[in-house]
């Protein structure tokens, strides 16, 4: 009985989709309003950002970085699942420019999902890839 607890448990960690860094959605974007919002509103509602740059003109970045990776449920296929080992990939970056006074003067964000190794099975949204 242990054994197939122990099993099922290790199953469902493998299984779930691994993430890292701070995801910002594009309505997070709309709360803030270049010439208005600050370095502490930023912060404020999204955390503290992956990463901080000062520039020689005293402007500042925030960069927000988030990456995620879901395998493909053929990889834990006894003895072929290494053979379509992979998954779905997806990223963002959001990128906070601020004055010398730390006013905001513009935000931007980019995102991309893609996929590694090999499936058999039909993509979430229906299509083959």
């Not at 990939?89 to 906070?96: G, V």
Request: negative net charge; proline residues 6%.
């Amino acid at each position: 009985m242990n054994r197939v607890l122990a099993m099922v448990a290790l199953c469902s960690v493998m299984a779930a989709c691994v993430s890292t860094g701070v995801d910002v959605q594009p309505e997070q974007l709309a709360n803030f309003i270049p010439g208005f919002s600050t370095i502490d509103d930023v912060t404020g509602q999204l955390g503290a950002p992956t990463s901080t740059a000062t520039l020689s003109n005293g402007s500042t970045i925030l960069v927000y970085s988030f990456a995620a990776s879901k395998p493909h449920p053929e990889s834990f296929v006894p003895f072929i699942g290494p053979l379509f080992a992979g998954g779905e990939i997806r990223s963002s970056t959001a990128l906070f420019e601020f004055d010398r006074d730390g006013i905001l003067r513009s935000e931007r964000r980019t995102s991309s999902t893609g996929a590694s190794g090999l499936s058999v099975l039909p993509s979430s949204n229906g299509h083959q890839d």
